[in-house]
């Protein structure tokens, strides 16, 4: 084992120290909280890169156990692990996170709660690193948790709006719903297995000997254990991956400050779902001996991932929010790895999440910038021919485009995306989902020019500027302080999109089909990948297609004649207004779960009130009532029969008391008297006693 | 009439006497003075008893009498201190004036 | 003869309250500094009982034991186990609490004190008696200052709420005292550790040693059950024998809830743990199924229930119904089977209740003293609706309390999270379908606590409001520790667990059923 | 019956009768004092010296002088001589023939021998040590009484302020 394994804790150790520090000092000191955060993130980095090239030396997952505690006879052990997967996202998650982190520090300059932004942000890194590297279930849970925190926290971050502390909470509970099916599926594999590490040479849970087990071990329904203790765990991971149903949060979720948005709800929390499937590929995979079709877990991986493609794609086209667009967009990438795991496996879901962390992370800042420079409007139709006011920004956005549209083999978006629908294709149980996903990438291509045409060309349209807008803002946000007209982002800002640019290029070219590095590393040793498989060019050339189709498709709607007015409807919206108001209002599902399960729940909460209030309570008043009754009954025989008698005694005792008072004269001499005549008495019974 | 008997009726006589003098006497210390002489009666008859027991090595009867003697003595420093606080609080130790013992 | 620490430790508080009634009457300000040293002196005593125990014994440490009334073989017996220990651990970390919170007490401060000492002694006393005799004594005379803390010093409606509060955990009390006198005529022992050790067929054979030939014996089994559950069922309380709860948590002082729901609710638990499931284990498996049936509605309803309410108090005060709720599902689960290929799930539910009832004392504690914070600032209020945005101008009191909440939620990395693991790790493989309906609960507790943080800290500052002073720095340093212990036994449980295992092993080891 | 006997009885029986019914307590007190020395002859007679020497300590030397005292403290500042008898005099009178015929006839009536055997008189030393053995109880308790009365009877008829004023 070498020393990194050891110091791989170090990683997620060193952000959550730096958000411990800078949750204790004071608000004022800005510079200290934001130097701590950067530094502290530069030195994961670093350290994850050493990581990387000791996982690149050797691919076997090398682990660190622990026992955190006992009971009774037995021990929990927690552990983290160094494997391709964990040096991969490990890289990918410290670099994008230290750009997010320098571009903040320009974006929320002169956010009051500056020192409190960064010490979330931060706490968030250590989180999301944390589940990276957990080697058990258990730690990778507890760091799950705490990510779902941190997004909680930062989407509410201006929690004086109100709309932005009731999307945090959304966020944190539909999560949760998520959590909890994954909290069941977790000690459920804690029963079958006895372990919930990962790898502990030869007993841990993904290893060959409890998965094997789980495998032949039928359950309800004839799911295998496996199975069944792996759609749990999934369940988990659709609320955190935003998978539908459990996406609604996602776009709620953009109320926060955008870089949390391009850092938390694009390139990594978000993919945490997808890295946990990943890391439990094995138990997902796992099948009996003479089985060969993909398991049940895998289908429906397969299924909600494209699903939730489409469905993120179709209402991405309807959104007028700049970052909602992309909210709905990250929706359904999400979908896309969903896909490529389960039809292609970890390296082709992982392949996409990495190359897609760096392009959104690439847009959501490019929107960023684009909100920082129109004083906080968000609007798209209030935009316009920005190209000629941030020209680094429209640069680095258009590359960031072209590679969510998988524009043809340049871009690194084009090669992950193609690959899983060429494992799509391929897919042995059903060819719906490669029809599902390409309509997606059409769509998606679709969509993306759209907004580019929206924010950057045509004429400006922000109030104030170009033809007036009498329509009132959308978003009262005056958070940012206002210049007159849009200006270019600060160094800061763009010099981290730029860097992002670059490798929405270069990434792909690590996992093309000619030469599969990535995924012969994701695989370990065990490459197949390398031989040209047939229909690959066949498939290249249809994505190809399909992303400029979709480019053109959109030129054609929206770039050839440039929007005019901000009142000017879309051009979908003129031809088909009742399909637009749907796909703009995501299908209503947010109002379908407000009228079903939030209303439910109300209700149940009602009616849990009402039978404390008057069910269990009036079992009791009913009660205490008859108590009543009775010692009303008892009083009335108490004092009209017993006391009747009782008195008429007592009244006898107290008049026999009168008499024998009068003898009581308070003369001594007299009581004497008595005495000598009673000894006189006494005297002759005795006697008389004696004479018988 | 054996000496026993004249003991006895000699302390009986005593008792009476003490009883007549507690009896009707209005002055609190001579009813007192009553109640003294007939525990001395009381003595007399003790070891008259005794004398005349079975063995005079029995002593008991000079021990009660010994204790008895004690007890009164006791009980006549009390009474007639009670009797001086009573006359310091009503000015009159005549008994038939004292009916504060009326119930 | 060993030094009788137990004896020691439970009149140390009757002392300081001896000690507080002799305080001259006159200042308001001595009696809480004295009552907070004197709490703190005896939490450090517990300490030293802690660091004393010997934690690789499960046996019975610190016995006394003495013939007290030899003609009806009562003894008087106190020792504790790692169960005792951990109650008596959680008493005296609350009442400090309780203490802090009734800070701005006034009225007739030194006697308030006082009974929160009485209190705190009969709570002792009832952790370490292992004779019902003197047991019960205790579990009574607890009553008593509790009633007077609520009646004296409790809101508008205090009294009815007190009297119901005295009259439910009577009835409860006299139904238990009956089964443990037909037991006690049957057997000749109140002795609990005797009792448990006479196996699982000395309850049916009860009825024929009462000569009782006309009763069925499985039957007066049942029912002698029944009185003994009855008795700690509103004690925690279960649904729907809580009703007492919300009123009397409401109406008393803030401080004084923290007490009860921090360490007098764990008498009830303490009594199912040391009592009900050692003794009555037999009848408990018979009845698993509906006993389980009680403990989810207790978790769910409860959970719903506080997500109803407006004022800040009830809603803690279901949610303290919830967390308990959690500690008899488990409890229930443990006398599921005895096929020993489940014994480490046995294991984890019982360290789990254990971790549990530590955990919820010091959060619920913790939460209620923020509340009383919260009251004395807001001339009163405590309606979620009379809050709002608070975090702007009271952002430390805001992020304390948000830590407390957080751990009243279950986050890892506070306490909340080992204990309700352990329980939910234990549950489901002994009762799967149980422990997956109960999660339920989680999920509600999740929305009505985070509804909290929305409704008070979060959205514009209400006008009324705008005077709210930060915590002081006397308030956070008072914080601090109790925070700390919440990241300390959240992220290191080993702490604690590891001085109770032993316990655990023979606990589990020694259910018969 | 000896002569010695009756001439005591007879001293006894006169001033005891004196005693009673005098009129000035202080001729009262004085005849008593010569009943009580009678008493403590008789004693003596019987052989019982220590009981006669304790009689005429205890009752002359201290009883008689105490009671002299209460008489001259309660002297009426009228000059009024309490010596008088009271209203129900005779009712009393005849109780106590009542009592003495009952009590006499009881003696009479029975036959109470008495065994008259050679007197043995009982030495101090004897008292002594059966005080110290079987009745160190109640000597202890007549101890303690005699303590109680002593300080009782100074409580009692100690002045008190409020009353001199």
């Given at each position: 084992m070498t020393w990194i394994v050891r110091y791989v804790c170090l990683i997620p150790a060193l952000p959550m120290l730096a958000a411990g520090i800078s949750a204790l000092?004071?608000?004022?000191?800005r510079k200290p909280a934001a130097g701590l955060a950067i530094v502290s993130m530069a030195a994961s980095f670093a350290l994850a890169l050493c990581a990387f090239a000791a996982a690149l030396s050797n691919p076997s997952p090398q682990v660190f156990n622990f026992s955190w505690l006992q009971f009774g006879d037995q021990t929990l052990a927690l552990g983290w692990l160094l494997d391709p997967l964990t040096a991969v996202m490990l890289v990918m998650v410290t670099f994008v996170g230290l750009l997010i982190f320098i571009y903040s520090t320009g974006y929320m300059e002169h956010d009051e709660n500056f020192t409190r932004f960064f010490c979330f942000l931060a706490l968030f890194a250590g989180g999301m690193l944390g589940v990276i590297i957990a080697n058990s279930l258990l730690l990778l849970f507890m760091c799950w948790e705490i990510v779902g925190l941190t997004s909680y926290l930062l989407i509410g971050f201006?929690?004086?709006?109100p709309r932005a502390a009731a999307a945090a909470k959304k966020a944190f509970i539909t999560t949760r719903i998520g959590d909890l099916g994954f909290l069941i599926g977790m000690v459920w594999l804690y029963a079958q297995a006895h372990t919930l590490l990962f790898y502990d040479s030869g007993r841990g849970a993904l290893e060959s000997g409890a998965v094997s087990h789980l495998a032949v071990t039928t359950t309800i329904y004839g799911l295998t254990l496996s199975s069944a203790i792996g759609l749990l765990i999934f369940c988990g991971a659709m609320g955190k991956s935003g998978q539908v149903p459990l996406h609604v949060w996602l776009p709620d979720a953009m109320e926060g400050p955008t870089p949390v948005s391009a850092l938390i709800h694009a390139a990594t929390m978000v993919a945490a779902g997808v890295f946990l499937i990943a890391r439990i590929y094995p138990l997902m995979s796992a099948h009996g001996v003479e089985v060969v079709t993909p398991t049940i877990a895998l289908q429906v991986v397969t299924w909600v991932g494209a699903i939730t493609a489409l469905f993120g794609a179709t209402v991405a086209v309807a959104q007028w929010d700049i970052k909602r667009i992309l909210a709905y967009s990250t929706v359904s990438q999400l979908g896309y790895m969903m896909i490529g795991l389960g039809v292609g496996g970890p390296a082709v879901g992982m392949f996409h999440l990495i190359t897609h962390a760096f392009f959104k992370a690439l847009l959501f800042l490019g929107a960023g910038s684009v909100i920082h420079g129109c004083s906080g409007?968000?609007?798209?139709?209030?935009?316009?021919?920005?190209r000629k006011y941030m020209p680094l920004t429209f640069l680095t956005y258009g590359i960031g485009m072209l590679a969510l549209s998988g524009f043809p083999l340049v871009v690194s978006g084009f090669w992950s995306k193609d690959a899983i629908l060429y494992s799509a294709h391929h897919w042995s149980v059903s060819q719906l989902p490669f029809y599902m996903a390409s309509l997606g990438a059409l769509l998606t291509a679709f969509y993306m020019t759209r907004q580019v045409c929206y924010v950057f060309f045509g004429t400006l349209r922000l109030p104030g500027h170009g033809p007036v807008s009498h329509s009132e803002p959308d978003s009262e946000d005056t958070r940012h302080h206002g210049a007159g007209h849009p200006h270019e982002s600060p160094a800061v800002m763009t010099a981290p999109l730029a860097i992002l640019a670059f490798f929405a290029f270069a990434l792909g070219f690590l996992g093309t089909p000619l030469w599969p590095w990535f995924q012969s590393f994701l695989n370990g040793d065990h490459s197949v990948a390398a031989e040209h498989e047939p229909g690959l060019v066949a498939t290249m050339a249809a994505s190809s297609v399909i992303a400029l189709l979709g480019i053109f498709l959109g030129w054609l709607l929206y770039g050839r004649q440039s929007i005019a007015t901000c009142e000017a409807p879309d051009v979908l919206e003129r031809a088909q207004p009742q399909t637009f108001r749907v796909l703009h209002q995501a299908y209503f599902i947010d109002a379908i779960y407000d009228a079903t399960f939030v209303r439910l729940t109300r209700w149940t909460a009602k009616l849990a009130d009402l039978l404390d209030r008057f069910l269990f309570h009036g079992i009791v008043q009913a009660i205490s009532f008859g108590v009543l009754g009775l010692a009303w009954v008892d009083s009335f025989v108490d004092n009209y029969v017993v006391n009747f008698g009782f008195d008429s005694s007592w009244r006898s005792i107290s008049m026999g008391g009168r008499a024998m008072a009068a003898l009581q004269g308070g003369r001594v001499q007299a009581y004497l008297r008595y005495i000598g005549l009673a000894l006189v008495a006494l005297v002759l019974y005795l006697l008389w006693g004696v004479a018988r | 009439m054996t000496g026993l008997q004249a003991y006895l009726l000699l302390s009986s006589l005593l008792f009476a006497i003490g009883l007549a003098g507690a009896l009707t006497r209005r002055n609190a210390i001579l009813v007192l003075i009553g109640i003294e002489l007939m525990l001395n009666a009381a003595n007399i008859n003790f070891i008259a008893f005794w004398h005349y027991g079975p063995a005079t090595t029995y002593i008991t009867g000079v021990m009660f009498a010994i204790f008895s003697i004690s007890v009164a003595a006791a009980e006549a420093a009390v009474g007639l201190a009670i009797i001086v606080a009573a006359y310091r609080h009503s000015?009159?130790?005549?008994l038939d004036s004292m009916n504060s013992l009326k119930g | 003869m060993t030094f009788p620490a137990l004896t020691a430790l439970t009149l140390l508080p009757v002392a300081a309250a001896a000690v507080l009634l002799l305080l001259p009457q006159s200042s308001s300000k001595l009696p809480r500094v004295i009552a907070a040293a004197l709490s703190l002196l005896i939490l450090a005593c517990t300490l030293l009982l802690w660091v004393r125990f010997d934690h690789t014994s499960g046996a019975l440490q610190f016995q006394e034991r003495h013939a007290w009334i030899p003609a009806l073989h009562v003894e008087y017996r106190l020792a504790i186990d790692g169960l005792g220990l951990i109650m008596l651990l959680l008493t005296a970390i609350v009442v400090p609490i309780g203490i802090a919170a009734s800070w701005r007490t006034k009225k007739r401060s030194s006697l308030y004190f006082a009974l929160v000492f009485l209190l705190q002694a009969c709570m002792f006393g009832t952790f370490t008696a292992l004779n019902f005799f003197h047991w019960f004594i205790f579990w009574e005379l607890s009553l008593i200052p509790a009633f007077f803390l609520i009646r004296l010093?409790?809101?508008?409606?205090?009294g009815p709420a007190a009297t119901q509060f005295l009259v439910y955990t009577m009835v409860g009390s006299v139904t238990m005292l009956l089964s443990f006198l037909a037991i006690y005529l049957a057997t000749g022992t109140f002795d609990f550790i005797e009792l448990a050790g006479r196996g699982d067929s000395f309850l049916p054979g009860v009825a024929a040693n009462l000569g009782w030939q006309h009763v069925n014996p499985q039957h007066l089994a049942l029912v002698l059950f029944a009185g003994v559950f009855l008795g700690f069922a509103v004690k925690v309380p279960l649904i729907p024998f809580h009703t007492w709860l919300p009123a009397a948590y409401s109406e008393a002082p803030s401080g004084v809830t923290a007490i009860l729901t921090g360490a007098m609710s764990k008498m009830g638990v303490y009594g199912f743990l040391r009592i009900l499931l050692p003794i009555f284990a037999p009848q408990i498996h018979k009845l698993q199924t509906p006993l389980l049936w009680i403990s989810i509605a207790t978790i769910v309803l409860s959970a719903f229930a506080a997500l109803a309410q407006k004022d800040l108090k009830r809603i803690f005060a279901y949610s303290s119904i919830n967390h308990l709720g959690y500690c008899l599902l488990a409890a229930f689960a443990l006398v599921r089977t005895s096929d020993a290929a489940l014994l480490p799930e046995q294991y984890a539910a019982f360290s789990g209740i254990l971790l549990q009832v530590l955990s919820h004392a010091i959060t619920a504690a913790t939460i209620f003293w923020f509340i009383s914070l919260l009251e004395n600032r807001s001339a009163g209020t405590r309606l979620l609706t009379d809050f709002g945005g608070l975090r702007r101008i009271a952002p430390v009191f805001a992020g304390l309390m948000g830590i407390a909440l957080f751990s009243s939620l279950g986050?890892?990395?506070?306490?909340?999270?080992p204990g309700e693991f352990l329980i939910f790790k234990g549950t489901f493989p002994l009762v799967p379908w149980a422990a997956s309906i109960s999660v339920l609960g989680l999920l509600i507790t999740a929305v009505f606590i985070l509804g909290v943080i929305q409704k008070v800290f979060t959205g514009p500052l209400q006008p009324e409001r705008a005077v709210f002073p930060d915590l002081t720095s006397g308030e956070r340093v008072s914080f601090a520790p109790v925070i700390a212990l919440m990241f300390v036994l959240g992220l290191y449980p080993q702490l604690v667990l590891g001085a109770l295992n032993s316990t655990v092993i023979s606990y589990v080891h020694q259910l018969r059923f | 019956m000896s002569i010695s006997f009756l001439i005591i009885a007879v001293l006894i029986v006169g001033s005891t009768a004196a005693a009673m019914g005098l009129r000035n307590p202080i001729h009262c007190v004085l005849t008593l004092s010569i009943t009580f020395g009678g008493i403590a002859a008789l004693f003596l007679q019987l052989g019982a010296e220590f009981v006669g020497l304790t009689q005429i300590m205890v009752y002359v030397g201290a009883v008689a002088i105490l009671a002299v005292f209460a008489i001259m403290m309660t002297q009426s500042r009228r000059g009024l001589m309490l010596g008088t008898f009271s209203r129900n005099a005779l009712v009393g009178l005849l109780t106590a023939v009542a009592v003495f015929s009952v009590l006499g006839w009881a003696v009479l009536s029975q036959p109470v021998a008495g065994v008259t055997a050679a007197v043995s008189p009982v030495s101090v030393q004897q008292i002594g040590s059966s005080l110290m053995h079987e009745y160190v109880l109640p000597l202890e308790l007549i101890g303690l009484l005699l303590t109680a009365a002593l300080i009782g009877a100074i409580v009692i008829a100690m002045e008190r302020k409020e009353d001199t004023e």
């Open positions: 000092l004071p608000q004022r000191s201006w929690y004086q709006n409007e968000q609007d798209i139709r209030r935009m316009g021919g920005l | 000015h009159t130790i005549d | 010093w409790g809101g508008k409606l205090a986050l890892p990395g506070l306490n909340g999270f | -």
